[in-house]
């Protein structure tokens, strides 16, 4: 046995606790989960079960923690977890799932499948069973703090464009602010009017603002890839940002992945809770609008529909906000169908859109959001990542559909009120 594949053992070894034992023991093999994962269900491929994904860390839990799994391995039957195992089930891991958690909604049982599938990345990680491409976005955000590569000098760039398309302070480093902003490196490079919108937004409503030059990225590689150490890492850089600055919320931008990283797996990754909130820019948005803090004189007249992130909505609760938030401006609104908690994915999540080698599985499973969008025609369609809004222009125009994707937070800006 190799030195890596040893280490991988262990760490998936070390995965199986309580909750991952009675997960395994009561799973019923009912074949709901296939039914509510697009990787299955639009390519038909039986490996991509959710359920089916955990296997190497389910062969753990057998071989050496039940009776029979012991039995099995003292007398040679037990199947093993080696190299070629590793090695088949990394596509089924990582290029194949997005850890959007809609298998876990329809489990009669209530397993999380997402959490288990994540366990087994960390393992396989360890192993060095990962994507290359993965694998370079986590090296990139430990050294640089970016896993695009975004230094300071970039975003201070975009700063000083903004600044003076705008004539308004974009603030930084601002010592007891009430907020920080966080941002996706898309966000920087590929979405800079999201900064500016904020900043529109925030003077309307009022409220102080900074961002921190030594922790401005939100996108936590660590936990995409399953390695807690490194995702630890990154959740301590931005609280000691925050805690350095005396900010009392830190802001999730638009970005899915960001806000279950940074809100619900942060304090448990450094094991300890926050001196500070931290809060989804559209629940901040949301909060300001109730407090009549923001006002627009202005709608849309065209046909538009939300894709809900799933970290955001089905993993985070943050459901009713954006449609209030649309509500502002939104005259002639129509829903998806499965619309909500169990909106379906657009498939680029959970470190795939990080990952080339999945692009063609990627692009294959985005016919479930389009037939979503054939059902309802819209004209346009907001959305609030970033990820998702690079994916989905990405398989609008794959399959030749003419709908422009929108930011939630920019729109809502452009239709402020200007007293």
């Not at 039940?66 to 090695?87: M, N, P």
């Not at 491409?133 to 000083?160: E, F, Y």
């Not at 902003?181 to 920087?188: A, G, N, P, R, Y």
């Not at 448990?268 to 931290?278: A, D, E």
Request: hydrophobic share 40%.
């Amino acid at each position: 046995m190799s030195a890596s594949l040893e280490k991988g053992i262990n760490a998936l070894k070390e995965q199986v606790d309580s909750s991952v034992a009675a997960f395994f023991s009561s799973c019923v093999h009912c074949g709901m989960c296939a039914d509510a994962c697009l990787f299955q269900t639009e390519t038909g491929n039986p490996a991509s079960t959710p359920i089916a994904k955990t296997e190497p860390l389910r062969r753990i839990w057998k071989s050496e923690y039940t009776l029979l799994g012991r039995l099995g391995k003292i007398f040679g039957l037990s199947k093993k977890v080696d190299e070629e195992l590793l090695a088949e089930w990394e596509t089924m891991v990582y290029d194949n799932c997005t850890m959007c958690g809609r298998c876990s909604m329809v489990c009669p049982v209530g397993n999380d499948i997402a959490l288990m599938i994540r366990k087994t990345r960390e393992g396989m990680a360890v192993a060095g069973y990962a994507p290359e491409g993965l694998i370079g976005a986590m090296n990139r955000a430990i050294k640089i703090g970016s896993p695009m590569g975004v230094k300071l000098p970039a975003l201070l760039a975009q700063i000083k464009h903004i600044e003076a398309d705008t004539g308004k302070t974009i603030p930084v480093d601002v010592v007891g602010a009430e907020y920080m902003l966080l941002l996706s490196s898309m966000e920087i490079m590929n979405f800079p009017k999201f900064i500016e919108a904020i900043s529109k937004i925030f003077d309307k409503a009022g409220a102080t603002w900074t961002i921190s030059t030594e922790a401005f990225e939100a996108t936590n590689t660590g936990i995409q890839i399953g390695v807690n150490d490194l995702a630890a890492e990154l959740v301590q850089r931005t609280v000691d940002a925050a805690e350095k600055l005396k900010v009392k919320t830190v802001i999730s931008p638009e970005c899915g992945h960001a806000y279950m990283a940074i809100r619900w797996e942060g304090p448990n990754l450094i094991g300890k809770p926050y001196s500070f909130q931290v809060r989804h820019i559209l629940e901040v948005l949301d909060s300001m609008r109730a407090e009549g803090r923001i006002k627009t004189d202005s709608k849309e007249s065209q046909k538009l529909t939300y894709h809900a992130p799933c970290q955001v909505a089905r993993r985070g609760g943050v459901i009713d906000e954006p449609r209030r938030l649309l509500d502002l401006f939104a005259d002639n609104f129509v829903e998806m169908l499965d619309a909500g908690k169990m909106n379906w994915c657009c498939g680029a999540g959970g470190g795939v859109s990080s990952n080339e080698r999945a692009d063609e599985v990627r692009l294959e499973v985005f016919k479930r959001k389009k037939a979503q969008l054939e059902e309802v025609k819209p004209d346009a369609l907001v959305s609030a990542c970033a990820n998702c809004r690079i994916h989905l222009e990405d398989g609008l125009e794959e399959y030749g559909m003419d709908i422009p994707v929108i930011s939630l937070t920019e729109t809502l800006a452009e239709h402020l009120a200007d007293d």
